[in-house]
T-cell receptor, first 116, second 115 residues
Framework: KAGVTQTPRYLIKTRGQQVTLSCSPI?????VSWYQQTPGQGLQFLFEYFSETQRNKGNFPGRFSGRQFSNSRSEMNVSTLELGDSALYLCASREGNAGVVLETQYFGPGTRLLVL | AQTVTQSQPEMSVQEAETVTLSCTYD???????LFWYKQPPSRQMILVIR??????QNATENRFSVNFQKAAKSFSLKISDSQLGDAAMYFCAYRIGGGADGLTFGKGTHLIIQP
């Protein structure tokens, strides 16, 4: 099976703009999670989606949002970009059905966002 | 809140030797999972090994094994016969079982392999 894919891989934006990142999970995986990785804060959980529903969200402002489509692909959006949003954004998928979601997450290669 | 602590920012080992990376965690949950992920310079996070808290037996994957001490809340990773390709950042991670919470990661240990 193909792994988790993320597009674009690199992105440069300016303060105040908005950005949309895309993630395609491993085929058959219905859970998608997003993480932010920065040198200062490390890896932090943004949110998780399962069957088009957000199941949980980390401690991030409302400028960070996401959604999941019926084919399990997910997008995350950051509005009104700030310099501190510069980071590597990682997407991860998990296998699961309505009753059980398996615990192991498989990560994509990430999108590196630079905000100028 | 759950926390994961990796006390070794950097470790260095000679090729073919054995190295142990430390991880401690804090939780009041009884059902949880622990993971070690590897992040090479490509930044791709790769699962190394996982451990279910309810299992007493330590997980093993080829040259990688863990020492899971539940009472001490310790979860160390042992890499045997270190290879140059093992050089990477290693992250210890925790997750509550059955929930929608994301992984809680430690700050990572940078592993250097000396040829």
């Amino acid at each position: 099976k193909a792994g988790v894919t993320q597009t674009p891989r690199y992105l440069i934006k300016t303060r105040g703009q908005q950005v949309t990142l895309s993630c395609s999970p491993i085929s058959g995986h219905r859970s998608v999670s997003w993480y932010q990785q920065t040198p200062g804060q490390g890896l932090q959980f943004l949110f998780e989606y399962f069957s088009e529903t957000q199941r949980n969200k980390g401690n991030f402002p409302g400028r960070f949002s996401g959604r999941q489509f019926s084919n399990s692909r997910s997008e995350m959006n950051v509005s009104t970009l700030e310099l501190g949003d510069s980071a590597l954004y990682l997407c991860a998928s998990r296998e699961g059905n309505a009753g059980v979601v398996l615990e192991t997450q498989y990560f994509g290669p990430g999108t590196r966002l630079l905000v100028l | 809140a759950q926390t994961v602590t990796q006390s070794q920012p950097e470790m260095s080992v000679q090729e073919a030797e054995t190295v142990t990376l430390s991880c401690t965690y804090d939780t009041s949950e009884s059902d949880y999972y622990l993971f070690w992920y590897k992040q090479p310079p490509s930044r791709q996070m790769i699962l190394v090994i996982r451990q279910e808290a309810y299992k007493q037996q330590n997980a093993t994957e080829n040259r990688f094994s863990v020492n899971f001490q539940k009472a001490a809340k310790s979860f160390s990773l042992k890499i045997s016969d270190s290879q140059l390709g093992d050089a990477a950042m290693y992250f210890c991670a925790y997750r509550i079982g059955g929930g929608a919470d994301g992984l809680t990661f430690g700050k990572g240990t940078h592993l250097i392999i000396q040829p």
